[in-house]
């Protein structure tokens, strides 16, 4: 039962682009040079982000879930974010 | 603030718990525990992160790791997240059969998942890479093992469901518990996606 009526996604095109997207992942991965961290790094993340909210938005019916609820869970992952920025910054910033 | 719930059957036949934030009281407090989930997993991935910028030395994953087996794996839990909402779907529409098969297919993948994650444990010891033998051992295991023991409390859970199902527990109106779980199921699977992006493939 979700909250509120909603149409029902296409899960099996959502679990397609999923398993494709792990495939370009893997690809991506091996063909690229390690000398290219950074677009490596990039890539890699900016595909796996799109995977993560494929799933929270189609399977855990998060797009269809009341505003509240997102709120909820937006502030979590804001506070992921700095704790992860947080902990990286002792690398980034100029040591004393 | 006295909360308010009050239980009506609608029209369709839906008798649903309605409440102050609209939002029936065992989701939210999936999604609640879900969120704090989502803190302890990002204190172990920020350790890994940390750690793996501090180190000079981070042999590559690939030399180390069996990067198409978890892959296979991957797609495993992928799939099982797909049964799962399909469970749910079947149930939502009343097919109590088709959602029988879908949490039983579910269990299965997510058994196969742990079976596959036992055989990689097995033969990276095996070959001397364990979590005292290096500091990428020591957060490979921490990280994936808590995992892992995450899909195994799912499976679990799940076996729970499935019983439940079978004797005819769940109906078109009353199912919140496959629902409840199959947030916690695709929670798990969207943990993976990054562990799997970070760890094995980064």
Redesign the interface.
């Known amino acids: ?3 509120g009526e909603h149409k ?1 996604p296409n ?2 095109a ?2 397609w682009w ?2 494709a997207f ?2 370009v ?2 690809a991506y ?2 063909l690229l040079p ?1 000398s290219e961290k950074t677009l ?2 990039l890539g ?2 900016g ?2 982000a799109i ?2 909210t494929l ?2 938005l ?3 019916h998060l797009k269809f ?2 505003k ?2 997102g709120i ?2 937006g502030s ?2 804001i ?2 974010v700095i ?2 920025s947080v ?2 910054a ?2 980034w910033l100029p040591r004393p | 603030m006295e909360a308010i719930a009050l239980t009506h059957a609608p029209a369709h036949g839906h008798e649903e718990e309605y409440t102050t934030t609209g939002i029936p009281h065992d989701k939210m407090g999936m999604w609640v525990f879900l969120c704090s989930e989502v803190m302890f997993f990002t204190g172990l991935i920020g350790s890994y992160i940390v750690l793996r910028f501090a180190t000079p030395l981070w042999p590559p994953p690939a030399s180390v790791l069996n990067i198409p087996l978890t892959a296979m794996n991957t797609f495993i839990l992928i799939c099982s997240s797909v049964t799962m909402v399909q469970a749910l779907a079947a149930i939502s529409r009343g097919d109590a059969r088709k959602m029988k098969l879908f949490l039983c297919l579910t269990l299965l993948f997510g058994a196969t998942f742990l079976s596959i994650q036992g055989v990689e444990y097995w033969k990276l010891v095996h070959e001397g890479f364990n979590p005292h033998v290096s500091l990428f051992g020591s957060v490979f295991f921490t990280t994936t093992g808590f995992h892992g023991f995450h899909v195994f409390c799912g499976v679990v859970c799940m076996a729970f469901v499935t019983g439940k199902a079978f004797l005819g527990k769940y109906t078109q109106a009353r199912h919140q518990g496959i629902e409840t779980l199959g947030l916690y199921w695709h929670f798990v699977d969207l943990v993976w996606i990054v562990l799997f992006t970070i760890i094995y493939l980064i």
Do not use: D, N, P, Q
Request: aromatic share 10%.
């Open positions: 039962m979700v909250t029902t899960y099996m959502i679990f999923l398993a792990t495939a992942e893997v991965s091996s390690h490596l790094i890699l993340v595909f796996a995977k993560a799933v929270a189609y399977f855990m879930e009341r509240s609820l909820i869970v979590t992952l506070l992921g704790l992860v902990g990286m002792e690398h």
